[in-house]
Structure formats: C-alpha cells, structure tokens
C-alpha cells in the first residue's frame, strides 16, 4: 500500500510537487479526508448510493495511515477526522445498547441476535481512533473525543492478545503504550486498565518466582549477564513506561515506600512503589532473605533506576523523596 511507505506518504500529502512548505487542497491526501469525513458524517449527496462499510473502512486505513504521523496529522487537522470517528463509534455504541435493551432474551441468547459486522464495524472505528495515539498531538487529540479511556482499554485487551496491529504499519501496541504513557491522563488510564500490576507480575516471574505456586524440579540457570535474556524484554517495557517524568510522578507522588518488618518469599510487588521497595531500596535483612536471586534482582533493580534517574525531574523527584542517593553511598 502507498500510504504504508514514507515515499508514498509524502505523495499523498503533498502531491507530485512534494513541496514540504507548500500546501495545497489538492493533493490526494485532502480529498480522500474530505471523502472519508462526509461518508463517516452522512453528509454524502443523495444522488449517489451511500458507500459500504468496506468501502468507508479502506478509506479510513488510507487516513489512519497518514495521521499516524506528525506531517500526515498536520497536514489533515482541518478534517477533524478524530471528532467524526468518534461520532460515528458512539452512535454505534448508543444503538447497540438501545437494542440489546429491547431484546427481552436470556443470556446464552443474546450473542445469536449479535450482527456480526456491526460488531467488527465498531471495532475498526475504534481501533482507527486509537491511532490517533501514535503521536503527541494525536492523544491530545483523542482525549478531546471523551473516549481516551475506552481506547487505552481497547489498546491493553489487544496488547494483553499480542495482537498486531496491522501488517502494513512498523510499531505495534507496545510502542502505542508507550507513548501514551508519557501523558499524566495517559498513566492514569493505564494504571485503571491493569497494565502496570500485570506488568510487574510477569516481570517477577521472570526475575524471582510466579503468582503460581508449582514445584520446580529443574533449577533455573545463573544468569551471566546482568540482566538475562528471559528479563530483558518486560526490563525494556518497564523503561519505556519510567523514563517519562508523568508517568513516574503519577505514580509516586507524596507516597511513601510500603516498607514493612518481614517480607514472604511469594510475595509479589503489585505497583511501582513495592517494585521500588522491594529491589531498589533494599535497606534491610528481611528484604534481603525474600529474594531468590538477590545480586540478580538488585543488579535489575539498580538498571532500572539508572534509566529513571536520567530524566533530572524524576532524579529530583526520587532523591526530595526517598533520599535515593543517600542510601547508595552507605552501602
């Protein structure tokens, strides 16, 4: 697909003349948003016969593809593409409500009066406008719909799938949560979906024991590198969610380390405040003889802290807070 490449784009936007500083309404880009945007609204002429949803959805893929970035977003603003989609997916939502309260059928029932295509019609429109949050503007954007926390619902389901999101498109969920976790609306959203908890739990069971109590008759290799290849992936979607100075403050502001006498061997940090208290700040024996693996974990723990405490905001933060630096040199 055209829209899928950077020289494709480039023509779409700015025509054959490719002029950067140069805009015009005719270029292909304004006239599939202009048609896009009427056949989403109903404002098509009524001399014609109405485009399918196929139809409406190829179009929407050719301007998602192209608000997806920066120049594209620029460049098709005037639309107000996120407003009609949104329009479109709330009627959609209204409709399916009104009608499943009209049905008086049991439960088991109800998936059969379900309209399969309404169904994948309303998905689509919410996973285009989910896109929207593939650049800053663009959440600010989808936060101006009323419907940011649907998406970044929508987003963890599919992301919890490992699902991908489209095979003509280069990033996936994972890079979509972490630009909207550098928003303080974004980490909020996140944090009520379950994305964090969920996060620091596989990570555990990666670095010293899983929620599941089951025997292990086949010990794990001693890691030789500092972080091992089993943690380098949940180490790379934590880092991308710390290094961001909103989402660290979100999540520790005013609150202090939930530090406590004895610590059980199957506890398992459920915020970013028990991860931080449990192998960052190890400041005693009981956090010590919990762990598993103690030099491994602290050494991940150590890692992760020398990402956060390269923004200054988050350093200044940790250190007013927990006295971070303090506690290093003593030990």
């Known amino acids: 697909m055209m829209a899928s490449t950077a020289k494709g784009r480039l023509f779409l936007l700015y025509g054959e003349s490719k002029g950067l ?26 001399s014609s016969k109405p485009p399918s949803d196929t ?6 893929y050719v301007c998602r593809q192209l608000y997806s970035t920066c120049d594209g977003l620029l460049v098709m603003s005037h639309y107000e593409l996120h407003t009609c989609i949104a329009q479109a997916w709330k009627q959609l939502q209204a409709s399916e409500k009104s009608g499943g309260s ?3 059928v049991k439960n088991d029932e109800v998936d059969k009066h379900k309209d399969p295509h309404l169904d994948s019609w309303t998905e689509m429109l919410q996973d285009n406008l989910l896109n929207f949050a593939n650049t800053a503007k663009g959440i600010l954007l989808l936060q101006q719909t009323g419907a940011f926390n649907e998406c970044v619902r929508y987003m963890y389901s599919r992301y919890d ?24 609306p974004g980490i909020q959203a996140l ?7 969920a996060l620091l739990v596989e990570l555990w069971s990666s670095l010293e024991c899983g929620p599941q109590d089951t025997p292990v008759f086949t010990p794990k290799t001693w890691p030789v590198d500092p972080i091992d290849r089993h943690s380098q992936k949940h180490f790379i979607r934590l880092v991308n969610i710390l290094s961001a100075f909103p ?19 199957r506890d ?48 200044l933060l940790l250190q007013t ?8 040199l003593k030990e």
């Open 21 to 46: 500083l140069t805009r015009t309404k005719s270029s292909p880009a304004h006239l599939i948003a202009e048609f896009t945007k009427k056949a989403l609204s109903s404002k098509l002429p009524k």
């Open 55 to 60: 139809v409406i959805g190829a179009y929407l």
């Open 102 to 104: 009209s049905i008086n």
């Open 161 to 184: 799938k490992k699902l991908q999101v489209s095979r003509c498109e280069k990033f996936g969920y994972g890079y979509m949560v972490t630009q909207v976790a550098a928003t303080s």
């Open 191 to 197: 944090q009520s979906t379950g994305y964090i908890k």
């Open 247 to 265: 989402a660290v403050y979100e999540m520790i502001r005013g609150q202090p380390l939930p530090a406590k006498e004895t610590y059980s061997l």
């Open 268 to 315: 398992i940090p459920e915020s970013i405040m028990s991860f931080i208290d449990r192998i960052i700040m190890v400041d005693s024996d009981a956090k010590i003889h919990s762990l598993f693996n103690y030099e491994h974990s602290c050494t991940f723990g150590l890692r992760v802290l020398s990402v956060m405490v390269s923004c200054l905001d988050t350093y």
């Open 321 to 328: 807070q927990y006295k971070f630096q303090e506690f290093l």
